[in-house]
């Protein structure tokens, strides 16, 4: 939301965001206090208060939201895809280059597009099995009846509903969020493992719709994105397994709170927690190649984070001398800033979505061949991009 411009305004606050001095993992306490730093960070606002918010900016961009519309049918042509739409008023066709799928657990772009969705789903409870359990626990029996309305059958806790799409990916359609993964709430990831994926897809798609992606960009979704949805299902599995009642599970949360004891496996988790662990797959061997860009203070002032506001690549010099002429081939698509930083770092090149594309501490380390081939790899061909833009 920082990187973005929207914090502030999601907050209330003009200050950055602010780390978290304590969380929990399987309702351990996780203390974070005493670590230098980290990156697990927590925005308290309500769903639907996070909804009108992003919307207005949604809208502020020119997009057009439409509500009360249901997509009954999808189907993919050589270059576009067509949605059938049922809205109050009646039936109609959109058309597009891309489709994304963004349609929750149920999501029919992902059955209508033929995308398995693998895993495990609790078993329904009948209620005659829960009033035999309550009678069995209690001594005596409680009037109950279903509740009223539309509401979800009653699920067994011991279960772990969790499931995952088997691709991401299928032609032109793309799935995001819960319409990818479902897992327990458990921690809390599931918002930022989804606004996560629409962060890395969204530039993506962007470079093949103005005409500069490189061949094979759009594919580096699924390659990304589909391991990290997998790690929040392994990590929110283990906290449910924490949260089990009986002797095992006590032994269990005994020897986790030894190992929390030390401050390397509190980081561990708090990396883990906050998706910071991440490393995407690069061809530069930097250790900051394919991680998450850290917002440092700049010299001039500003912050990394206030540079990728506009949603661009940026080439960031910080004292390598690289934002020479020659970088202007890629003007027209990557944003070029000059300053210095308490660093070591001496150049990095980050994506739109705020990973490091490729990274030097020096002039010759890693040497300018290495960036020229990072910008082609990930942002196209030196030169006038070519526009596809209908």
């Known amino acids: 939301m920082d990187y973005r411009g929207l914090h502030e305004r999601l907050s209330g606050a003009a200050e950055p965001p602010i780390r978290m001095p304590g969380f929990q993992f399987g309702a351990l306490p996780l203390d974070l206090s005493t670590l230098d730093s980290h990156d697990l960070f927590v925005l308290p606002i309500p769903q639907r208060r996070l909804e009108e918010l992003l919307e207005d900016r949604a809208r502020s961009l020119g997009i057009l939201v ?8 999808v189907r993919q042509g050589s270059d576009e895809v067509t949605a059938e739409v049922r809205g109050p008023e009646g039936t109609y066709e959109v058309s597009a280059r891309y489709l994304v799928g963004a349609d929750g657990g149920q999501s029919v772009v992902r059955k209508q597009s033929g995308i398995d969705f693998p ?6 409870m009948p209620l005659a099995e829960l009033r035999d359990a309550v009678k069995r626990v209690l001594g005596a029996e409680l009037p109950m009846s279903e509740p009223p309305g539309a509401h979800p059958a009653l699920r067994r806790t011991a279960g772990i509903n969790s499931r995952q799409a088997d691709r991401y990916r299928q032609g032109r359609v793309f799935l995001v969020g819960d319409a990818a993964h479902v897992h327990s709430g458990v921690g809390g990831p599931g918002l930022n493992l989804g606004l996560q994926d629409v962060l890395n897809l969204g530039w993506k798609l962007a470079a093949a719709v103005h005409g500069w992606a490189p061949p094979g960009l759009l594919d580096t979704y699924e390659a990304e994105r589909h391991p990290v949805g997998e790690r929040v299902i ?5 906290q449910l397994a924490l949260l089990q ?3 095992n599970t006590t032994a269990l949360r005994e020897l986790m709170t030894e190992l929390l004891a030390d401050q390397g496996n509190r980081r561990h988790l708090a990396d883990l927690m906050a998706g910071a662990d991440i490393r995407y797959g ?3 061997t930097h250790p900051m190649a394919g991680r998450w860009m850290p917002d440092l203070a700049l010299r001039d002032g500003s912050r990394v984070a206030e540079l990728l506001r506009p949603g661009r690549p940026v080439l960031l010099d910080l004292g390598a001398g690289v934002a020479a002429a020659t970088w202007t ?8 800033v000059v300053t210095t930083a308490d660093t070591p770092v001496k150049a990095v090149l980050i994506r739109p979505d705020g990973y490091v594309a490729w990274a030097t501490n020096g002039s010759t380390d890693g040497g300018t061949d290495g960036l020229r081939e990072a910008l082609t790899e990930w942002f196209g061909q030196a030169g006038p991009r070519r526009s596809l833009t209908r």
């Open 234 to 238: 392994m990590h929110t599995r283990a």
């Open 282 to 284: 690069t061809t530069d």
């Open 119 to 124: 895993g495990i789903t609790d078993e329904d």
């Open 66 to 73: 439409r509500r009360g519309q249901e997509v009954t049918t």
């Open 329 to 336: 081939e890629w003007a027209d698509r990557v944003d070029t």
């Open 245 to 247: 009642p009986g002797p």
